[in-house]
């Protein structure tokens, strides 16, 4: 119960019948097993060990990161050498130590009274107390879902509500994690040979007309609509309003609306239709490299363990461990940016974007949240949005800095910048916010994409200007691989010219595709 009150200020579930709804599933689980097999002791070492085992990583978890623990964490827990995981590992000691112990004494009274022996009269009272308790349990976590976000979610409720109330919680959380790390590394160890020898067959590398500087921007739940830019009624894009040679695209959508299905799928050639290659295939980054550009990968987002790929670039940065929001990621780049000028530079930035915080000189929309936390719900919606054009504005700015820092160099240089994903607000008086719903809606991936070129680079280049023709078409992020490799001038054995949004003969599509929970979808124009 223990990993479940410490985390229940954070639960949208009252607090006693939170922990009301563990206790019943815990003692059905037992009676289940007790029915099965007629004794004390299997039934308490079958289900008390991976409970108590459980309960001491849980406890820890949510005592310093205050969150179950996720795939994420479990992946850090691998990898040692980092400043935020000493730390992690040193606050966890006393916790680690003091959960052995509870095993150790558990496992001790175990043994001792392995012999207490239980006679059941009544097996079928047994099973019916049993389904009574989990019957408790599963309605006290569906009031659950219908008093949280996900009641906005758009997503099948019965599932969500199996998932976030039991799967993704002590007790099975632990489990259900271990399983997600082990699948994603069984795909990365099956396909590592072929991407380890995977070769883009450059034809074409570095020569004097190709740019200086590319910088490839992900963005982070980022809409189409929320920008001035876009003709949004709210000026949430002052900085970008105002630069030249900044084209924004007004058909660009996403292909897939979660971040984990949607970035792997922006840097590899895979698309919704081919999704497996993602494990096959090396990224751009690899490209550039065979191209002979410098790689930079900047991530304000730990996303490699999608891939395994943070070894790609010859350099990585994690900023996510500073935790400074994309304000960071200004300094960050002003010195990547300006090192080493000789060589011909790719720079891949991963935002935070709509995760991060917004500091409070970029809280001009209010009432906001401010430094707090707003529950989701529609009659807060006015604040949710708020937030959300005030996080744009943020944005706007970090992109600009970007862009000003680039242009100093006064090099050919040019910048994309398109994000995984949008997101729902309550749009249309619609029950739908944030994203990762089971039927996409427009506002979850009708996505910006902004192309900016600096002068030497703009001049006299015709890519540059079938990009402004191609400003209407529908364009979608499966086009991005490409075009930012024909931006550079590089060609190689798969490159299709009809795919380069940046080449004149590049095809508009009939229909665009999304990768949503193992499924293609299409949606015709
Ligand atoms: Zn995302």
């Known amino acids: 119960m223990i990993p479940d009150i410490l985390f229940f200020q954070s639960d949208s579930i009252p607090h006693p019948l939170a922990v009301l709804g563990r206790v019943f599933l815990l003692l059905s689980l037992l009676l289940a097993v007790l029915w099965a097999t007629k004794s004390l002791f299997w ?140 699948k994603s590394d069984y795909q990365i160890y099956r396909f590592k040979e072929a991407k380890e020898s995977y070769r883009f067959g450059v034809q074409r590398t570095i020569d004097a007309t190709s740019p200086k500087i590319v910088v490839f921007v992900i963005g982070e739940r980022i809409r189409y609509g929320n920008w001035s830019l876009n003709g949004y009624a709210r000026e949430t894009s002052p900085n970008l309003d105002k630069i030249e040679n900044l084209i ?66 010859d350099f990585t940065y994690e900023l996510f461990r500073t935790r400074a929001g994309d304000i960071g990621l200004i300094p960050a780049f002003d010195s990547v940016v300006r090192n080493n000028p000789s060589r011909n530079k ?49 944005q706007d700015y970090v992109l600009s800095e970007l862009i000003h820092l680039t242009d100093k160099q006064g090099v ?31 506002k979850e991936t009708h996505i910006p994409l902004f192309i900016w070129g600096s002068h030497d680079f703009v001049e006299g280049n015709e890519k540059f200007s079938n990009l402004r023709n191609h400003k209407n078409l529908l364009t979608t992020n499966n086009d991005i691989f490409s075009t930012l490799a024909d931006l550079a001038n590089i060609q190689y054995e798969s490159f299709v010219r009809q795919k380069s949004i940046a080449d004149s003969s590049y095809v508009e599509p009939s229909s665009r595709f ?9 949606f015709k124009r």
């Open 43 to 182: 039934a308490y070492l079958i289900v008390g060990i991976p409970y108590v085992l459980s309960s001491s990583i849980e406890i820890t978890n949510v005592s310093i990161l205050s969150s179950f623990i996720e795939a994420e964490g479990l992946q850090a827990l691998r990898y040692t050498t980092s400043g935020e995981i000493e730390e992690f590992i040193g606050g966890f000691r006393s916790y680690v130590l003091m959960s052995f112990v509870v095993i150790a004494i558990y496992a001790y009274f175990l043994y001792r009274y392995r012999s207490i022996s239980l006679v059941i009269k009544n097996r079928t009272t047994l099973i019916l107390l049993a389904s009574l308790c989990l019957l408790l349990s599963c309605m006290i976590s569906t009031a659950g879902v219908v008093n949280s976000s996900l009641y906005y979610s758009g997503q099948n409720l019965l599932w969500m509500g199996l998932k976030r109330y039991y799967i993704q919680r002590h007790p099975f959380n632990l489990y259900y994690q271990i399983r997600a790390v082990a």
């Open 248 to 313: 924004s695209f007004d058909e660009h959508y996403s292909n897939g609306n979660v971040t984990y299905t949607s970035i792997p799928l922006m840097i590899t050639q895979a698309t919704p239709q081919t999704y497996g290659e993602i494990y096959a295939q090396k990224t751009i980054i690899p490209l550039f490299k065979e191209a002979g550009y410098e790689t930079h990968w900047i991530s304000n987002q730990n996303v490699f363990e999608y891939l395994g790929n943070e070894k790609e670039s």
């Open 412 to 442: 050919s240089a040019v910048l994309l910048f398109a994000p995984d994903h949008g997101s729902n607000l309550f749009d249309d008086g619609t029950n739908l916010f944030a994203y990762g719903s089971a039927h996409p809606t427009e």
């Open 346 to 394: 790719l720079i891949v930035i991963n935002m935070v974007g709509g995760h991060g915080r917004v500091p409070s000189r970029f809280r001009v929309f209010s009432p906001n949240s401010g430094d707090g936390y707003t529950p989701v719900s529609r009659e807060n919606a006015p604040i949710l949005v708020n937030d959300y054009d005030n996080m744009i504005l943020l």
């Open 514 to 522: 999304v990768y949503v929970h193992n499924e293609v979808m299409e």
